[in-house]
């Protein structure tokens, strides 16, 4: 079997979906104490999706009770920044970024 030689666009797709499986598998448990995992689901590691419990916000989870799986601000930033670095067809300038996250957050 040959090997396969992966693209550019074959490994930013990796790392996007890498960061968001990421994100939705911790958010769960992000800022809890390091025995939260355990406490919650008798195990040391995270093999499954957990739903989130607590607030909604602009930088945490989009509604309440957000099923497991659901993403955060980090998946959001994430996403903003690629859509424009794909509407540039370039990486975008910190200026840039910046004035993306006004637009949608004002």
Not at 19 to 34: I, S, T, Y
Not at 64 to 70: I, K
């Amino acid at each position: 079997m040959g090997e396969m030689k992966p693209t550019l666009q074959s490994r930013i797709r990796g790392s996007v979906l890498a960061q968001a499986w990421g994100d939705a598998l911790g958010a769960p448990f992000e800022f809890a104490p390091p025995d939260a995992v355990e406490k919650r689901t008798g195990k040391k590691w995270l093999v499954r999706l957990h739903p989130f419990t607590g607030k909604k916000g602009p930088h945490g989870m989009w509604v309440s009770e957000a099923p497991a799986g659901t993403g955060t601000d980090d998946v959001r930033y994430n996403y903003l920044f690629m859509e424009l670095a794909v509407e540039l067809g370039r990486m975008p300038r910190g200026r840039e970024v910046a004035r993306r996250l006004l637009d949608v957050y004002e």
